[in-house]
């Protein structure tokens, strides 16, 4: 896994050929026991590097869409699974837990829906009031700019770009870490400002 902005956040990727895209998940390592984000499958190395660490406690499935390797590493590591409320009548694995808008699955990890995207009620998940990782809505298939989901994806444009623009309005955003595209954006606060303007 690869060391994040901060020392106890950890990213790992793997690319996507037909997509021509790097897929992206994320371990937030806390003494209270560790947190992984739309967990892709894990190397070798990775598992033993999160082993190292501690394991996991939690994972969190943004939409599911990004179910991954979830219900695999759960099994592994003994941890709960957590989902988007709004998917709980077709979620595909079991839930331990499903997050709804403004909810905190532990304290400093805050959920925000977001609404019109492809599934309904995708989580974006707010770290600390200052990192924003999220799931498809908001992606970044070129370096240096964020974007949504093409319009023929979306649900509802319009419910879609309010909810880009809900966290536009988070002015304490340092970084934005992305589940599809490129991985780490800095300024994240001026970049979602700029996204929200161009929709």
Excluded: C
């Excluded at 009031?129 to 298939?141: M, N, P, S, V």
Aim: proline residues 4%.
């Amino acid at each position: 896994m690869k060391s994040l902005h901060r020392s106890d956040l950890y990213m790992w990727s793997s690319f996507d050929s037909d997509r021509n895209v790097d897929f992206n998940s994320v371990a937030w390592i806390r003494p209270e026991g560790n947190i992984l984000i739309d967990p892709l499958p894990l190397s070798n190395h990775d598992r033993e590097h999160l082993n190292s660490l501690g394991g996991a406690a939690w994972i969190i499935i943004t939409n599911s869409d990004h179910i991954r390797d979830s219900k695999d590493i759960a099994q592994l590591t003994g941890a709960k699974i957590a989902a988007p409320s709004a998917e709980q009548e077709t979620f595909s694995i079991p839930v331990n837990r499903w997050l709804s808008d403004g909810e905190e699955l532990v304290p400093g990890l805050k959920v925000m829906e977001m609404q019109g995207s492809k599934t309904p009620g995708e989580l974006a998940l707010i770290l600390e009031a200052t990192t924003l990782i999220t799931g498809d809505l908001i992606r970044a298939h070129k370096a240096g700019s964020l974007m949504i989901l093409p319009d023929a994806k979306l649900k509802n444009r319009q419910e879609a770009v309010a909810s880009v623009r809900k966290l536009a309005d988070l002015t304490n955003i340092e970084t934005v870490l992305i589940g599809d595209g490129w991985s780490v954006f800095h300024n994240g606060s001026q970049q979602l400002q700029e996204l929200a303007a161009a929709l």
